[in-house]
C-alpha cells in the first residue's frame, strides 16, 4: 500500500508513465470538481479541525457519502479522519506529499459507489496498522469489530516474516477474511486503483511486476464481484503498463472519433427517446464510451472502427417489467439484431449482473448496441457488491442472533476458499490462483435432487464429483448427465443435470489420468493430494501404466478411442493397483522366481481355477496370463521365457465382468446393488455411452472366493434389462 504510492499522474503521455484515460465527448451528468489532492494534503498537515465539525479535507468524502446515504451517521468519519491524520502526520508519499492523501482517495473512490459508513471508516484507517504505531486492539477499541476487521483484512503480512511468501500469503489472508466479510476486497480493490493511478514515478520493472498482478489477480476479482466501475478503470490503466504502444495507438483512436463532427451514437440515442416517448415510456437514455481496452478489443475483433463502435446506448427505467417494454418498443420500431439479443435479467451473471442486451442497425450498416436496466441494476452494475450496503446488517424484524450469513458469498468464491486450505505451498497458492482467476465465465449445472453446482466454464463431470461430495469423489465410477450415462471426462455445458455414480469401495482410489479432465483446482489438487499420500500406490498405477503398453497387442495403441468411466489405460476398467509386493489382489499366485512381484495381467484377469502361466516384465514383475490369452502367444514369439505359476491356497480372487443390457432407468443402481447382494465389491467400472438403446458395462470386482463367481454372474443376468454377462475376453492379435 503506503510502498506503491507514487506522484499522481499529470497529463499527456511520459515514458514510463501511465496517463489518465481520455473520455470522449458525449451527454453526461455533470461531474464534480477535480479533487486537488495537494490541497487536502495541506489540510491535513494544518491537523484537525475543531471536534465539534468535520474537518474540511474529508468534505469531498461527505459529500460522496450524504448522496447515497443521506441519513448516515458521520462521527465514525471524523474520529476515523483524525486518527488516520495524527498517525500519518510527518509521512509522506513518493511525490512529496503527505501520506493522508492516499487514504483520503481510497475512501473517496468506495464513497462515490455508495459504500456504506463502516466500510468508509475502515478505509481511512486501512493504513494505520501496517505503516504506523496504531494497533488492532485500537482499532477495535475505538471503532468496534467490524472495522477491526476490515482493517485486519487488508493489511500486508510483512516481509520480515514471510520473505518471499509475503505477496501470496498476504492475498490468501485476505481471500478468507473477504469469505467473511465482502467488504475486505472493495478496500483492497479501491486502494489498488488509487495506487495504480499514481504509479507513474515507480521504476518501470516494479510499475509492471504491480500491473501483472493486478492484471492476474486483482481485475479478476473485482470483475466477480461486479464493481465494473473499478474493473474497467484498473484493465486501462493496466493497458497502459503493459502495452504501451496499443494504449497510444486506442488513445489516437478515441481522441480522433472525439473530434467527430457527426456522432451516430447521439444520433440514435435521439431516436431512441423519440421512440420511447411515443410509447409513454419514462427513460433515461444515455450514451457510454466504451474504455480502452474494450475499443481495443473491438478493433481487433472488427478492424477498422466505426463511429457506433466507440460506445454503446444506457436506458435506465424505473420497473423490471419497462425494461422488457423498451425492448419491445425498440424491436417494433427500428431494425434489431436478434443475435446480439441476451437476457440477464432472467438469468443474472454469477457476479451479480443484470441487464438486457440488444442492438439496432441504422441504415448505413452501423450497429449500436443497447444496454436495458432499472437504475438499481445500473448501481450494482457498476459497484457490484459495494452497492449492497451491510450485507450483515439484520433485518428490522429479524434479531440478529450472533449469526453472521453473508448474501453476497457466491459458489466461485466458496470453492476458492475451499481448496486454498489445502494448497501445499504458498507457490502452489499463488500459481492456482491465478490459474482459477482467469477461468472468468461460470455454469450452473443442476443435480437429480434439483440442487444446484456452480462450475467454471469447461468443467467436466470429474470437477461435478468433487464439487458435490469432495474427498468421497474418489469412489465416484460415472456419471448421467441429462439422463444419458456418460464419462467422467464429459465437459458440462451451462444448464445440464449430472446424476454421479458412486462406487460402494471405502477405499476406492482416484486415478492419476483423472488430472487431465479435471477443470477445478479443488479437483485437481484434491487428486494430486491423494496421490501424494499413496505414493506406492500411486507409483504401481504409473508403473501399471507403462506395463500395459508392453503387454497390449500393437495394434491395441491405435485402437478406436476407449470411453472413459473410471479413467484407465484400457477398455476394460483396470483393477485398481495394489503395493508392490504385497498379495495380488486375484487371488494367491505362486511364481518360481523367489521374491519375485506377482500380478494379474489386465488384458485377462485370471481366477481360480483358470490355467495360468507367467513372463516376466519391467521392474522384475510377473504378469500372470490365461494360458489362452492372445498376448501369451505373441510373448513367445517375441522369445520371452515362461515362468511357471500356479494359484497358491487363498481363494479371494478379482475378476472383470461385461454386462449388456439395454436402456433403462435406474439400471445401474439395480445392477450395482444386485452385486453387493452377491458379496462383489466394485473396485472399477466403465459405463459405455449408448448406442441404439442398448449400454455395454465392464466391471473389476474383488470377491471372496472365486466359487463365488457363477452365483455372482446369475444374479447380473437376472436384473431386469439385463441380456448378457460374461467374463472379459482376451484381446486378440489385431483386434
Known sequence: MSAEATNPVTPGPMPGAVSGPVTPTAPRRKARPRIDLRRLGRAALLGPAARDRLPDAISHVVEAHRAHHPDADLEPLRRAYILAESSHRGQMRKSGEPYITHPLAVTLILAELGAETTTLTASLLHDTVEDTDVTLDQVGEQFGEEVRYLVDGVTKLEKVDY?????????????????????????????????????????????????????????????????????T????????????????????????????????????????????????????????PRHFVSVHRVSRKRGRLRGSDFGRLLVLVGEDADCYGVLGEL???????????????????????????????????QVVEVLIRTHQMHKVAEAGVVALGNPYAPAPDDPADGERVDPTRPGWLSRLLDWQEAAPDPDHFWSTLREDLAQDREITVFRPDGGTLGLPE?????????????????????????????????????????QLLMGQDPASEPSREWLEHAHTPAARIAIQRWLAAHPAQAAAQEHAARDADTDRPSADRTAT??????????????????????????GDVLADVPGATVRLARCCTPVPPDGITGFAVRGGVVTVHRVECPVVAR??????????????????????????SFVRPHLLADLTEAMAVEGAEIVSATVEPPTQQQVRHTYTVQLPDAAHLPALMRAMRNVAGVYDVSRAQPQTQGA
Not at 458 to 475: E, I, L, M
Not at 561 to 586: F, L
Open 163 to 231: 520473505g518471499a511468501a509475503a505477496e501470496p500469503e498476504t492475498f490468501r489472508k485476505m481471500l478468507v477474511a473477504t469469505g467473511n466479510d465482502v467488504r475486505v476486497m472493495s478496500i483492497k480493490l479501491a486502494d489498488r486503483l488509487h495506487n495504480m493511478r499514481t504509479l507513474g514515478v515507480m521504476r518501470p520493472e516494479k510499475q509492471e511486476r504491480i500491473a501483472k498482478v493486478t492484471r492476474d489477480v486483482l481485475i479478476p476479482l473485482a470483475e466477480r464481484l461486479g464493481v465494473q466501475a473499478l474493473k
Open 233 to 288: 478503470e484498473l484493465e486501462d490503466l493496466v493497458f497502459a503498463i503493459l502495452h504501451p504502444e496499443e494504449y497510444a495507438h486506442t488513445r489516437e483512436l478515441i481522441v480522433r472519433n472525439a473530434d467527430r463532427a457527426d456522432d451516430p451514437l447521439a444520433e440514435v440515442a435521439d431516436e431512441v427517446r423519440a421512440v420511447l416517448r411515443e410509447a409513454g415510456i419514462t427513460a433515461e437514455v444515455l450514451i457510454r
Open 331 to 365: 424491436h417494433t420500431c427500428m431494425t434489431p439484431v436478434v443475435s446480439e439479443f441476451k437476457d440477464f435479467i432472467a438469468v443474472p451473471k454469477f457476479n451479480l449482473y443484470q441487464s438486457l442486451h440488444t442492438a439496432v442497425a441504422r441504415a448505413d450498416g
Open 458 to 498: 469447461g468443467a467436466t463431470c470429474v470437477d461435478a464429483a468433487y464439487a458435490q461430495y469432495g474427498d468421497d469423489a474418489h469412489a465416484c465410477i460415472g456419471a448421467r448427465v441429462n439422463g444419458r450415462l456418460a464419462t467422467l471426462s464429459t465437459v458440462l455445458r451451462d444448464g445440464d443435470t449430472v
Open 561 to 586: 478411442p476407449r470411453p472413459v468411466g473410471r479413467p484407465g489405460p484400457e477398455t476394460a476398467a483396470a483393477p485398481a493397483p495394489e503395493q508392490p509386493g504385497a498379495r495380488p489382489a486375484g
Open 635 to 660: 510373448m513367445k514369439d517375441g522369445g520371452r521365457a515362461e515362468i511357471g505359476v500356479r494359484w497358491g491356497d487363498a481363494t479371494e480372487c478379482r475378476v472383470t465382468l461385461v454386462a449388456e
